[in-house]
């Protein structure tokens, strides 16, 4: 029997507890973080925090149908979201991981929610590298034009606003980033285990979150150094002012001293 998953990006966030009380269907399997529901026809609906909708057996008619139901409860949803297409093949003499491809022998709901949760969490970090890449190209635009030119290339105002901008964004994907761990069922059941282990091969979880991180630090060290570039600047006209103003005082007591003698 061939299976088909499509795991897609919606939004930045799904808010969980929300879609959970206004959707009614069988649910299989829930936490603060992701809910599986297990639908007619052989069919999975897999939601996580982290803006990903994953589908077993949906064709496309259905499968944009649920992505709508889902749409209200997301924060700032994708008109065009990022998909993540793989294929499930049962009934196997053995176990069998290829680009796109699982053949498995075992056939159950925790095999079946183990590949969900990896085609999706692939999606997601096609997303989150995405958002990476983006903050860590405007950082460098700021640092190379300070390295050519010897100052940041906007204002203070401005600077501000985009560090607070790049600072919301590496929260959010710090925050989501954390959940991406084998599911606690994988510590104990030895076949779950290696079929989670190929899955993280194939699409090269570890890698890829790694990148990230790696990306992320570079954008918080040019962060840090934008933020003493403003308190040196803020404090040095600060000294000027100062300056200024003794100076306006001495002249004021010079000229009083010229005008008394």
């Known amino acids: 029997m061939i299976m088909q998953v499509q795991a897609y990006q919606v939004a930045d966030s799904i808010d969980i507890k929300g879609f959970r009380t206004v959707f009614k269907a069988e649910l299989y399997h829930s936490d603060a973080d992701e809910l599986l529901y297990r639908m007619a026809?052989?069919?999975?609906?897999?939601?996580?925090?982290y803006?990903?909708?994953?589908?077993l057996n949906y064709d496309p008619v259905t499968a944009a149908s649920v992505l709508q139901i889902i749409r209200p409860h997301s924060r700032n949803p994708h008109e065009e979201?990022?998909?993540?297409?793989?294929?499930?093949?049962?009934?196997?003499p053995e176990n069998k991981i290829s680009n796109n491809k699982i053949e498995v022998v075992r056939t159950d709901m925790d095999v079946l929610r183990l590949v969900m949760l990896?085609?999706?969490q692939s999606v997601a970090l096609d997303y989150?590298?995405?958002?990476?890449?983006?903050?860590?190209?405007?950082?460098?635009?700021?640092?190379?034009?300070?390295?050519?030119?010897?100052?940041?290339?906007?204002?203070?105002?401005?600077?501000?606003?985009?560090?607070?901008?790049?600072?919301?964004?590496?929260?959010?994907?710090?925050?989501?980033?954390?959940?991406?761990?084998?599911?606690?069922?994988t510590w104990e059941d030895e076949s779950l285990n290696r079929v989670d282990m190929g899955m993280r091969r194939v699409f090269d979880l570890q890698e890829?979150?790694?990148n990230i991180?790696?990306?992320?630090?570079?954008?918080?060290?040019?962060l840090e150094l934008f933020r003493d570039i403003l308190k040196y600047k803020?404090?040095?006209?600060?000294?000027?002012?100062?300056?200024?103003?003794?100076?306006?005082?001495?002249?004021?007591?010079?000229l009083e001293k010229l005008k008394g003698d």
């Open 128 to 185: 989150f590298e995405d958002q990476a890449s983006r903050l860590l190209g405007e950082t460098n635009t700021h640092t190379k034009h300070l390295e050519q030119k010897g100052r940041l290339s906007i204002s203070g105002r401005k600077l501000q606003q985009f560090i607070a901008h790049t600072l919301m964004l590496r929260n959010s994907i710090v925050e989501n980033l954390y959940i991406f761990d084998s599911p606690p069922e």
């Open 118 to 120: 990896n085609v999706s």
């Open 41 to 49: 026809d052989h069919q999975l609906l897999y939601v996580f925090k």
């Open 234 to 254: 803020h404090s040095n006209t600060l000294e000027w002012i100062v300056i200024i103003l003794i100076a306006v005082e001495v002249v004021n007591m010079v």
């Open 81 to 92: 979201p990022m998909v993540e297409d793989f294929i499930i093949e049962t009934d196997a």
């Open 208 to 210: 890829r979150f790694r």
């Open 213 to 222: 991180s790696e990306s992320l630090s570079i954008v918080k060290d040019n």
């Open 51 to 55: 803006g990903v909708v994953c589908l």
